[in-house]
């Protein structure tokens, strides 16, 4: 069974500050691992996934994540802040098998000091 | 490309009565559709996974009499929530895998509002 914790529900940083959202998962077997954001009342939207090889992974918007299997983790990062990077984001993962379901934690609301 | 609609976007409807909630994916063929709950302020719950023909598997504690699934096409699911509730109220999010790809690629729709008075 899989599972994803995110650390901090809430995340304030200053525009133009590092951004960091941390996620650690349970995989019993080697995961397919996703961030995704969300905009009020709007769906999903991937940023960036991790299946197999590199383990920094880039995505969309200049968020980047890096896979660290020894850590069990999968922290979300991206340099410099921007007020629209405003919004939920969610960590996720899947097992690697067609079958399975992707497993979402419960997400961190990003907010952006000016 | 990798579009998937839901409609209506938002939905009011009286205690008792049924809703149909439509999730379509756009410019793909999808087998497996997903339908998600999510509650203010929380993560997204799967509710259940739809193949095309076939019944929907629903996760544990779901009620499979209430929310009623049906994947009748490659681009065609429907959530009907029947004998709504106030408690029902809730955004409803699905997703899509395309036919010919790997699970993880589920598409999602921008959700549907329903809010049951």
């Known amino acids: 069974a899989q599972s994803v914790t995110q650390l901090g529900s809430h995340v304030s940083v200053s525009e133009g500050a590092l951004v960091l959202l941390r996620c650690n998962y349970s995989?019993?077997?080697?995961?397919?691992l996703f961030w995704y954001v969300q905009y009020p009342n709007q769906g999903l939207q991937l940023l960036l996934k991790?299946?197999?090889?590199?383990?920094l992974v880039k995505g969309i918007n200049g968020f980047e994540a890096e896979f660290k299997k020894s850590e069990t983790s999968f922290h979300l990062t991206k340099p410099s802040a921007h007020m629209s990077d405003a919004a939920e984001y969610f960590c996720a993962v899947s097992a690697t098998n067609r079958d399975d379901k992707i497993i979402f934690g419960k997400g961190t609301r990003l907010h952006i000091l000016p | 490309g990798a579009v998937v609609s839901q409609h209506p976007s938002w939905v009011i409807c009286k205690s008792g009565t049924s809703v149909k909630i439509e999730c379509r994916s756009l410019d793909f063929q999808a087998t497996t559709m997903f339908w998600y709950r999510q509650f203010p302020k929380q993560s997204l719950m799967l509710m259940a996974t739809?193949?095309?023909?076939?019944?929907?598997?629903?996760e544990q504690g779901v009620e499979k009499d209430k929310f009623l699934i049906n994947h009748a096409s490659l681009t065609l699911s429907t959530l009907t929530v029947t004998s709504a509730h106030p408690e029902d109220s809730s955004f409803y999010i699905c997703?899509?895998?395309?036919?010919?790809?790997?699970?993880?690629?589920?598409?999602f729709g921008p959700g549907t509002r329903l809010t049951v008075t």
């Open positions: 995989s019993s077997v080697p995961p397919y």
């Open positions: 991790y299946t197999t090889g590199a383990t």
């Open positions: 997703s899509a895998a395309p036919l010919a790809g790997d699970i993880y690629e589920q598409y």
């Open positions: 739809s193949n095309e023909g076939s019944k929907a598997t629903y």
